[in-house]
């Protein structure tokens, strides 16, 4: 130990560096906490890594009347495959860890093409198969927390995701329960900014793990949102690899 | 802790405080927010700008937009799009705004305008973002309530010069020139004014050496009555003048006839200065001095010596309004001034050129591109303006909403009108909701001028009252648009009479109309008769009649000032002999003999300060002593609210918004609701308020995308609708659709943790389509929703567990849900009305017309929502849309075909799964047998059966044109026919459906025959190969989606993650 007095000169700077030091360290301490706060609530680690797969069964709604059968699989470490479906026909959007693609069959073209920009920035995140803040910093994500910010009367954690890719996300925790419950994205698309929110409710529990069930998004601060509800959420369901690659063209007919 | 754990405790937290009685819920803005909020605009007339910048980098051209009261909007496309950027600051006054030129994503903004017309609003500040707008903070300087310029030097961003004005109405000391050396932490006064009326008018830098600083110093005042740019009087000289700084502010220099040979002698007003970017010895300033020595001065050795240049009209026109000069980056020749018109000069200032061409006029601000000089952008009170044609001709930018309303009032068409007027923008119509969305093409311009108090003649609704500044009222055909003068006149040797800038004009169901000067006047018969029916009502205090001496060292006497004028009008909607007054001189009178006698009741209001300025009286709906007022001190330096009722015609008063309320900013308007009379709506300078017990609470209304300090100036509550309708003044009309959940938010349901707000009957609305495609650059005001809205409060947000909304019909079934939505307070979900899309059998494409469900009928529903495991309901009554040609037996008939349709569709898909059960099994078969003959034979039964398909549906793939329709094709056309209108349908479309349901069956009957002969031969083949023998698969494919415009599919790229 040594006390200010013996730093002399050199006292101030030093100073400087230590709460310097000491800010970064509570920063990431805070963000550590927060993001492992929110990892107990939904269950734990443990739980977490004891699933290698999930199927998402649910429906989609649109505003206006509009519904789709809706269908998300993941598999670990990053696979994923979507699919909406609207008389009988099924529009697919996979990615198996290398190649992102889409069938989009419903004017009659039915076979798989590779995503562009957009689709392949999104897809990516999607097969991200615990989300962006657990193991944030392995997978290249920098977490900032911003502090308290109200979100229509509840009190929340503002944190700041900088995804790898340059994607910046807001999420905004549950003081309670520091389950998120907005996610506002910023994606960089060809030098224009795309602002988005999610916004995340009806936690259940499946597998141990607390899932949302309901999930609406839409443009950054419009009432206009689009609302996928899930029925069923399976735990580690078998899926072959293959589920995820792109299909060979053409694809069979009916 | 487990979650299951904290609910448990927070269920007997709750379950504990619902016993002992406590806990009392706070009403609070989350409490009524959730109830959404429409921008119908429009961006037709715009606003006014006040400031803006822009910076191209490489090929992109991002802008920052200063609205004069309409916050901060930003462009990242070149001015195609624009985002506002500064809705959750406290203030939406702009008066500055400057781009960091090392670092392009901070941007530092001034608010408070600076331009000090009549109506300006007020800033808090200087703020800054370093993230392109994302986040804010107020960096200080809050008591200087506008900010003209701020100079970023730009080779250390962290020093930056604001210019304060300060304060228009009242002495104060937070203003002059002010300094920072660390990114506005912290501030340091370099340059005060001499008095404290003065402040930095405006500021110019020495780009190359940023040391070197100009400031305009302006002494101005301004008050109800009257405006001084220039000193109060000999002995309170004019502190304006011209300042030279050459150590970055640490010292300054005035420059004055003295100093700079060859300007105008002492006194002087308000004072543009620019350094030419491309030559820092020239500095070109406008001069507001006596006439004929005020107008346009140029130096070119760094102030020195002056040559006078031009003084047209304007170059010299109200100069409060106008002193801005802007000099090319390029050629120290060239330069605009802002003005009436924008003027250009292309030779040093000798001469000028009107350049506003199809502008709007009224020029603030102007950025030029230095790049491209031919490239312009400016800004008047109009809107944002572009050119790239150095200023010859003029693109209007029709996306930027920052309309300033002065009033609003409705009709009651279907959907009904909204109409207005703006500062310098008119008065206006627009519907309230339109087919295809509320475009800028949707609002009709009716008169002129500024636009103030515009009415829809309830007696004939093909005219319209409008009026412009001063009290010129019209009567307009809004066919024709022929408009009639109608304004009251004087009488013999009476002069004029006084009509306020804004002047009250006030229509009453009967069609009566109501306007003031300092008299009132009442017409029943549109104008052709006017009643005087009061003596002077207000002070007549000649002192504040001097009008003609307003503007200081050059006159302005645009009857902006005119004063001692009636101000608000309102006659009891329960006693058309009671008539309420108010002055902008601070009169309440009150008649309740149609005029013969009247009362002035101001004495009467406890704590309110003399002459206050009565901005709006609301005559009770339920007792006619009932009234409200709102007064407003702003002109003498108070901006805070005030709002009082009486309830025994103003004997008594009781305040409803005090100074000491959480109410902020100085208060325009209060309207009593129609319905539940503790319902109260008060407009401030910075917000909408609402209060659900009379006045006692105040909560500020944040929904939606509403600015959060944005100026309401006036409202209106439709009769038929319950809609709010609220005029801002600076960010266009807003709608708060069916208030009826405010009426019905009692102390009694807050307390609870979830309920049902009771709806009043929804109307299926007429289905319509309309507008086209505009692109991006074009505004469209949203549309009152088609849908069922349901509301229901939460007094906790819902994170955990289910929360589902059911509607069903009659007879208990579940004819649709809805998602619930999860807020804290008051919440809105939507209900199409439309059953389930019908089963459609697959096939090459998606069957457009098939992909909605019918709308239910109308009828009593009820809506269910399961919270967990707790079920709540209410009612739902749906009914026809008046506007409708068809009766209800019509509509029966319609929703009965659609059925027949709809489950017609059911019955093909069943069709098609049989028979494909029957294809796909013979595939597989024929995949798997050994035996070529075998195999044959199942590939001939296969496409046997296909050509039953084929029948159905299309088949032809590969995503061309194809063509190609087949029963499947033909009904869902039909289908998407018959469900799109809901009158009758016609014999041929009932005949069509017979037709097709025959040709179904006829096929259905081929399959059956042939799986009658062929597939027990098949089977029995089957058997013998060791195969599985093929059934027929009877199973009833379940809906499989669908909704309104699904032909246009457009799926999410992707289902999100979290």
Redesign the interface.
Same mark, same amino acid.
């Given at each position: 130990m040594f006390s200010l007095k013996e730093l002399g000169m050199r006292r101030s700077l030093m100073a400087a560096v230590i709460l310097g030091l000491a800010a970064s360290l509570s920063q990431a301490q805070t963000v550590d906490e927060l993001i492992g706060k929110y990892v107990k609530?939904i269950g734990g680690m443990d739980k977490l890594q004891a699933i290698k797969s999930v199927r998402?069964t649910g429906k989609?709604?649109?505003?206006?009347?509009?519904?789709?059968?809706?269908l998300?699989e993941n598999k670990r470490p990053n696979m994923v495959r979507?699919e +909406?479906?609207?008389? @009988? %026909?099924a529009?697919v959007?996979a990615y198996d860890g290398k190649v992102g693609w889409i069938i989009n069959?419903?004017?009659?073209?039915?076979d798989a093409e590779t995503l562009g920009e957009?689709?392949m920035k999104? !897809?990516v995140?999607?097969a991200?198969f615990d @989300?962006?803040l657990v193991d944030y910093a392995k997978k290249g994500n920098k977490v900032e927390y911003l502090g308290k910010e109200?979100y229509?009367?509840?009190d929340t954690y503002k944190l700041k995701v900088t995804l790898a890719d340059g994607t910046v996300k807001y999420y905004f925790l549950?003081t309670?329960?520091y389950?998120?419950?907005k996610?506002e994205t910023k994606q960089t698309i060809r &030098?224009?900014?795309f602002e988005s929110e999610? !916004?995340?409710?009806?936690?259940?529990e499946a597998g141990g793990v607390?899932f949302?069930?309901?999930?609406?998004?839409g443009p950054k &601060?419009?009432?206009n949102r689009?609302?996928?509800?899930y029925d069923k959420i399976e735990i580690n369901p078998a899926m072959d690899d293959a589920h995820f690659n792109m299909p060979k063209p053409p694809m069979k007919?009916? | 802790m487990n979650?299951k754990g904290?609910w448990f405790l927070l269920g007997c937290l709750l379950a504990g405080l619902a016993v002992s009685g406590l806990g009392q819920v706070k009403v609070?803005?989350?409490?009524i927010? @959730?109830l959404?909020i429409?921008n119908i605009g429009s961006a037709a007339m715009s606003g006014r700008i006040a400031a803006l910048d822009a910076r191209r980098d490489g090929d992109?051209l991002t802008i920052y937009v200063g609205a004069a009261s309409g916050g901060v909007w930003k462009s990242?496309?070149g001015g195609n799009t624009y985002k506002p950027v500064f809705d959750k600051q406290d203030v939406q006054s702009i008066g500055a705004v400057t781009i960091d030129p090392k670092n392009p994503k901070t941007v530092w903004v001034g608010t408070g305008e600076s331009w000090t017309r009549n109506s300006v609003s007020v800033g808090d500040g200087i703020y800054k973002t370093t993230d392109g707008g994302d986040n804010w903070t107020n960096m200080g300087l809050k008591d200087s309530e506008r900010i003209a310029k701020i100079l970023v030097d730009p080779k250390n961003p962290d020093t930056v010069y604001a210019c304060a004005t300060g304060k228009l109405w009242s002495d104060s000391t937070e203003r002059g020139v002010y300094k920072t050396t660390n990114g506005g932490r912290s501030w340091v006064k370099v340059l005060a004014g001499s008095n404290q009326s003065t402040g930095c008018g405006m500021m110019a830098m020495d780009q190359n050496d940023p040391r070197v600083l100009y400031a305009a110093m302006w002494d101005f005042r301004r008050q109800g009555w009257t405006f001084r740019s220039g000193g109060a009087d000999e002995n309170a000289p004019s502190g304006s003048g011209l300042f030279r700084s050459n150590d970055g502010g640490a010292t300054w220099k005035e420059i004055d006839e003295n100093s700079g040979k060859g300007l105008p002698p002492k006194p002087w007003g308000r004072t543009a200065v620019a350094v030419a970017p491309s030559n820092p010895k020239v500095i070109y300033i406008t001069v507001e001095a006596a006439m004929p020595r005020n107008g346009l001065y140029r130096s070119d050795d760094e102030g020195k010596t002056w040559t006078a240049l031009d003084r047209s009209q304007m170059m010299i026109w109200r100069p409060f309004y106008f002193s801005n000069l802007i000099v090319d980056p390029h050629d120290e020749n060239k330069l605009f001034k802002a003005g009436g018109s924008l003027i250009y000069s292309s030779d040093g200032g000798r001469s000028f050129s009107n350049v506003a061409g199809s502008a709007h006029g009224d020029f603030h601000d102007v950025w030029i591109d230095p790049t491209n000089s031919n490239n312009v952008i400016t800004g008047d009170d109009g809107g944002l303006w572009f050119s790239y044609d150095g200023a010859a001709k003029w693109w209007k930018a029709d996306n930027l909403p920052v309309s300033q309303f002065y009033h609003v009032t409705v009709d009651m068409n279907r959907p009904y009108n909204v109409y207005g007027g703006l500062q310098d923008n008119s008065s206006w119509v627009g519907p309230s909701s339109f087919p295809g969305g509320i475009t800028n093409h949707q609002w009709e311009n009716l008169y002129g001028g500024d636009g103030f108090w515009t009415w829809a003649d309830p007696t004939d609704p093909d005219y319209v009252y409008a009026e412009s500044q001063g009290g010129y009222i019209g009567r307009i055909n809004r066919k024709t648009h022929e408009a009639r003068g109608i304004q009251p006149l004087p009488g013999y040797k009476e002069g004029k009479l006084r009509f306020n800038w804004n002047t009250p004009i006030h229509v009453t169901k009967a069609g009566t109309v109501y306007i003031g000067s300092q008299f009132l006047f009442r017409t029943r018969d549109h104008g052709q008769t006017w009643d005087r029916i009061s003596p002077d009502l207000t002070t007549n205090d000649p002192s504040k009649q001097k009008q003609e001496e307003s503007g200081g060292i050059i006159v302005d006497n645009s009857s902006a000032e005119e004063h001692t004028t009636i101000f608000s009008i309102c006659e009891s909607p329960l006693d058309p002999n009671t008539v309420w007054v108010g002055t902008d001189d601070g009169n309440v009178q009150v008649t309740r003999d149609g005029g013969k006698s009247w009362t002035n009741v101001v004495a009467n209001i406890p704590g309110l300060p003399k002459n206050a300025w009565v901005t709006s009286v609301d005559a009770g709906h339920f007792s006619a002593g009932t009234a409200y007022a709102t007064f407003d001190l702003h002109t003498f330096g108070d901006l805070r609210p005030y709002a009082y009722k009486t309830t025994d015609f103003g004997k008594t008063w009781t305040a409803v918004i005090s100074p000491a309320s959480n109410v902020r900013g100085y208060a325009h308007v209060i309207k009593e609701d129609l319905v539940n009379k503790d319902l109260l709506f008060a407009g401030t300078e910075f917000g909408l308020w609402v209060s659900l017990d009379g006045g006692n609470v105040w909560s500020q209304y944040k929904g939606?995308?509403f600015p959060d300090g944005v100026a309401v100036r006036d409202l209106a509550i439709h009769p038929r609708d319950k809609d709010l309708v609220i005029a801002t003044h600076g960010r266009g009309i807003w709608i708060i659709d069916d208030i009826s959940p405010l009426r019905a938010l009692t102390p009694d349901t807050l307390q609870k943790d979830i309920a049902f707000l009771q709806a009043d009957p929804v109307v299926q609305k007429i289905q319509a389509g309309g507008g086209w495609n505009d692109g991006d650059s074009m505004f469209v005001g949203e549309n009152a929703p088609?849908?069922a809205v349901i509301t229901y409060y939460q007094k906790k947000?819902? !994170? +955990?567990?289910?929360?589902k909304i059911d509607i069903l019909d009659a007879k208990g079934s579940v004819v649709?849900s809805?998602?619930?939505s999860?807020?804290? @307070?008051l919440n809105r979900v939507?209900w199409? %009305?439309?059953l389930?899309?019908p089963t459609?059998?697959?096939?090459?494409?998606?069957?457009g017309g098939?992909?909605? &469900?019918p709308r239910v009928m109308p009828g009593t529903y009820t809506v269910r929502m399961t919270k967990d495991k707790q079920v709540y309901t209410t009612p739902l009554k749906v009914t026809l849309d008046p506007r409708v040609k068809f009766n209800l037996a019509d509509r029966q008939a319609n929703f009965d075909l659609s059925m027949k349709l709809y489950n017609l569709l059911g019955q093909m898909s069943a069709d098609v799964e049989r028979i494909?059960s029957v294809r796909l099994a013979l595939d597989d078969r024929a995949a798997k047998t050994s035996d070529t003959n075998f195999r044959s034979r199942l590939k001939a039964a296969s496409a046997q059966v296909d050509e039953l398909r084929r029948k159905i549906v299309a088949?032809?793939?590969?995503?061309?044109i194809?063509g190609e329709e087949r029963l499947r094709e033909f009904l869902a056309t039909l289908y998407g026919d018959v469900i799109s209108y809901e009158g009758r349908p016609s014999l041929i479309q009932m005949q069509r459906a017979d037709s097709i349901a025959k040709e179904l069956a006829d096929v259905r009957k081929a399959f059956d025959a042939w799986t009658a002969t062929e597939l027990p031969k098949l089977n029995s083949d089957l058997t013998q190969y060791k195969m599985q023998p093929i059934t027929v698969s009877e199973v009833v494919?379940a809906s499989?989606?669908?909704?309104?415009?699904?032909s246009g599919?457009e799926?999410?790229?992707? %289902?999100?993650?979290?």
């Open positions: 609530t998402y989609f709604e649109g505003g206006g009347g509009f519904t789709a059968n809706v998300q979507e +909406f479906s609207l008389q @009988g %026909m529009q959007l069959p419903f004017q009659g073209k039915k957009e689709g999104q !897809i995140e999607d991200d @989300g962006p109200d229509e009367g509840s549950d309670d329960y389950v998120p419950i996610i &030098g224009t900014d999610t !916004i995340l409710g009806d936690y259940k607390y949302p069930y309901s999930i609406a998004s &601060g419009s009432s689009q609302v996928i509800t007919a009916n | 979650i904290n609070d803005s989350q409490t927010s @959730g959404g429409r992109r990242i496309n939606g995308e088609d849908d947000r819902h !994170i +955990f567990g289910d929360l649709g809805v998602p619930a999860k807020r804290k @307070g939507h199409a %009305m439309r389930p899309a459609v059998p697959p096939a090459a494409s998606i069957a098939a992909t909605t &469900g494909n088949t032809k793939e590969g995503g061309a194809t494919p499989n989606g669908g909704g309104v415009n699904a599919i799926f999410p790229i992707s %289902m999100g993650r979290w």
